[in-house]
T-cell receptor, first 112, second 112 residues
Framework: GEDVEQSLFLSVREGDSSVINCTYT??????LYWYKQEPGAGLQLLTY?????DMKQDQRLTVLLNKKDKHLSLRIADTQTGDSAIYFC????????????FGTGTLLAVQP | DGGITQSPKYLFRKEGQNVTLSCEQN?????MYWYRQDPGQGLRLIYY???????QKGDIAEGYSVSREKKESFPLTVTSAQKNPTAFYLC???????????FGPGTRLTVT
């Protein structure tokens, strides 16, 4: 079945780059998404990439997609303490419903 | 301000009682979704609706019910048949079923 996997925890120092990784299984996914969740809040859409793209850059965020290996990464440049949150990778399940399959989330801790 | 509102933010109920969670959006989105989030897990789809007066079961619909009488509203009822209702519930909407989803702030339900 469809599955999305992420590492549970990442710790970085303020000012460094963070790289959060994700692997997925559904090769028919049309879009892949990155969401951010701060404590006790809903999910904020950060960025998404269409499956026929290799890379997308949006200010401090860079998304890399390796379709062959079904690997997605989110790089945050110049990481700030405000970036501390849980980051979810999600793939669209394909078809007309755009059902999203979420990973378990990666907790990013930014040390001052 | 356009957005998705969920109320209340915290909800407490006794076991055996039905409870309805509210979700309203003023984004003129056709599609709406309900997800459940448990600690350390990703989001799981409960129900979704692609258009008014239509809705479909997600992966974990048992013990839940929904209605979609108005485009802007998609209430979720957690019934007494739901064996483990304590969780964080998130509502989302999208322009259509093939577009990116935007999330509300969530409702934390505690059943004792």
């Amino acid at each position: 079945g469809e599955d999305v996997e992420q590492s549970l925890f990442l710790s970085v120092r303020e000012g460094d780059s963070s790289v959060i990784n994700c692997t997925y299984t559904d090769s028919s996914s049309t879009y892949l998404y990155w969401y951010k969740q701060e404590p006790g809040a809903g999910l904020q859409l950060l960025t998404y990439i269409f499956s026929n793209m290799d890379m997308k850059q949006d200010q401090r965020l860079t998304v890399l997609l390796n379709k062959k290996d079904k690997h997605l990464s989110l790089r945050i440049a110049d990481t700030q303490t405000g970036d501390s949150a849980i980051y979810f990778c999600a793939e669209s399940g394909g078809g007309a419903t755009n059902k999203l399959i979420f990973g378990t989330g990666t907790l990013l801790a930014v040390q001052p | 301000d356009g957005g998705i509102t969920q109320s209340p933010k915290y909800l407490f109920r006794k076991e055996g009682q039905n409870v309805t969670l509210s979700c309203e959006q003023n984004l003129n989105h056709d599609a709406m979704y309900w997800y459940r989030q448990d600690p350390g897990q990703g989001l799981r789809l409960i129900y979704y609706s692609q258009i008014v007066n239509d809705f479909q079961k997600g992966d974990i619909a048992e013990g839940y019910s929904v209605s979609r009488e108005k485009k802007e509203s998609f209430p979720l009822t957690v019934t007494s048949a739901q064996k483990n209702p304590t969780a964080f519930y998130l509502c989302a909407s999208s322009i259509s079923s093939v577009h990116e989803q935007y999330f509300g702030p969530g409702t934390r339900l505690t059943v004792t």
